[in-house]
């Protein structure tokens, strides 16, 4: 947290619409934002409000119709799809309310996989992975299944395939909304942590226990921040 | 990406996906096997038919009664103006150019002491008979002679149904049998010659052509063999039995029909049941690449999420399809491996019990069309996902 005001995220004037020409939902109003490196950011708002698109703007999973987005001072709107999932592989961790894991694959293969997008040696991501896993304290279910694990355990899994490949940024989408509270808390906990470490982490959240837990709290009404 | 690690990804994804993998195999399997088989079936039954024809002897004419496509009486039957002097005229004038064998045919009652045999065909020929009809060998005995032909002696030739129905084990030589109620003494036995187009070729009873002439009271003959002496000469015995045949009888008394003649009008009927069972074959080559088609679009569709997560992994499109593309290549490989596999197992075990012949084309065309329908449908709902973006393709349900 030595560079506190280093940007890591700016966001100018962002705009998404869903839609064709008939229909056209306005989902972003012109949001401009900026994020440091090493915050812990939380963005509330109630559902439907855009949170999430905003979010998926930042993680370079969706397209803004307008604005500019600058991750490290590189306009990544700019850059062509190749880029753009290089990006997302390198930088950026995502971790899912669902989880996303891949049901059929075992842990160690959950976790490896951006490391396989990222051309890591096997022996190398292995490695890696089972470090993160034991991080997470998943130690002793590194070839089990995720339908064999709790949904607290699943999202730990999501949390280390998000560091696979060290981003700088860990981006969560509403992380505990499928989990008890109980879990959910471990869940913030391990992403309190890994901010500690200097990870700038953003996360989505309605509810206002899991907000209170970020440094910073934006909130976004009806695609506006307010 | 790698393409070592492409390899990893792809068996992957097809080992945890057992189920699919096997089934989308099966429509592989299914679509090679097939046309493998039904087509070594045609192609055997061709080969079969061509072979039994050309083993009653190259240089064979035939000289059989009426026109082949000719007017007919109206009985329906064409009257037999085929007479065994028109035979002998042959001989005499084709003499240094062929062998000339006439062939009477009837069916009649066989007796041997309390043991009698239905049906048997009777041919009453000459002495030259082995000769021309090369499939006629001997196992014991002796056929008559021409002489014993010219002058009807009581002799018979028997084949081996008459011998195992008559005789059984014993020995039937110097025996005497009832053949239509004339009594005829056992000379020889043919070795077996097995059936052509389902006809019994054993069951048979050959005895001098006077003797049958005599016995039957006929003159008519019903097949005139000519053998040329050598293959080159097919074509002028032809001409010149033409011409001997037309100084009594009209062009619409008898029909002259060369081996090769004979082998391109049934091999024209063997070919239009080639061509069906081709149909056949390609019906299920078309089923197999729909059901191939049915599970790739499936269970490519249902894994757009999956295409979506890699994405918002780091996975670029090429390493999407690239994935897709080797996993359907996988597949359609093993699938189509096994399936000729299969189809000659199978087409082998039928040429034991059958015909069959397995022809190369079939396997490359089998091949080539399963694999090709199982990359283009594998590899396409794979090319519409990874366009996706990546946040709407996790959508995708």
Known sequence: MQKLNESVIVLTDITKAYGTEDVVTQVLHGVSLTINKGEFVAITGPSGSGKSTLLHIIGLLDVATSGTYLLHDKDVTKLTEDQQARVRNKEIGFVFQSFNLLQRANLMENVTLPAVYAGTPPKVRDTKAVELLTTVGLEDHLYKRPNQLSGGQQQRVAIARALMNDPVIILADEPTGNLDSKSGKDVMEVLKFLNKQGKTVVIITHDHHIAKEAERIITIKDGRIV | ??????????????????????????????????????????????????????????????????????????????????????????????????????????????????????????????????????????????????????????????????????????????????????????????????????????????????????????????????????????????????????????????????????????????????????????????????????????????????????????????????????????????????????GLGASYIMSIFFISEVTPWSVFLAFGFSVAVGVIFGITPAIRASRLSPIEALRYE
């Not at chain 2, 039957?77 to 084709?94: R, V």
Request: aromatic share 4%.
């Open chain 2, 1 to 342: 990406m790698k393409l070592s690690e492409l390899l990893r990804l792809s068996l992957n994804a097809l080992r945890v996906n057992k189920m699919r993998s096997i089934l989308t195999m099966l429509g592989v399997i299914i679509g090679v096997f097939a046309v493998i088989l039904l087509v070594s079936l045609g192609s055997g039954l061709q080969r079969y038919i061509t072979d039994q024809i050309s083993g009653l002897g190259s240089n064979l004419i035939f000289v059989i009664p009426g026109k082949v496509g000719g007017a007919r009486t109206p009985g329906g039957q064409q009257t037999n103006k085929l007479l065994i002097n028109d035979a002998k005229n042959l001989e005499n004038k084709l003499r240094a150019i062929a062998d000339v064998g006439p062939v009477i045919q009837k069916s009649a009652v066989v007796k041997y002491k309390n043991k009698s045999d239905k049906g048997v065909s009777i041919l009453g020929t000459t002495g030259n008979y082995p000769d021309i009809i090369k499939s006629t060998d001997l196992e014991k005995g002796s056929f008559f002679t021409q002489a014993q032909g010219r002058s009807g002696a009581r002799v018979a030739v028997i084949g081996q149904t008459v011998f195992t129905n008559l005789f059984q084990n014993r020995s039937p030589i110097g025996e005497k049998i009832s053949v239509g109620g004339g009594r005829y003494t056992v000379i020889g036995v043919v070795k077996a010659r097995g059936s052509t187009f389902g006809i019994d070729q054993d069951n048979t009873i050959l005895i001098p052509i006077a003797s049958a002439q005599r016995q039957f009271g006929v003159n008519n003959v019903n097949t005139i063999y000519l053998s040329a002496k050598k293959p080159e000469l097919v074509q002028l015995v032809k001409q010149q039995a033409n011409s001997v045949l037309l100084k009594r009888l009209t062009e619409d008394d008898f029909t002259l029909q060369t081996q090769e003649q004979t082998l391109s009008t049934i091999t024209n009927i063997v070919s239009v049941l080639t061509v069906a069972l081709g149909g056949i074959a390609a019906i299920s080559l078309v089923v197999g690449g729909i059901g191939v088609m049915n599970i790739m679009l499936v269970s490519v569709t249902e894994r757009t999420k999956e295409i979506g997560l890699r994405k918002a992994l780091g996975a670029r499109r090429k390493d999407i399809l690239s994935q897709f593309l080797l996993e359907a290549i996988m597949l359609c490989l093993a699938g189509g491996i096994i399936g000729i596999m299969l």
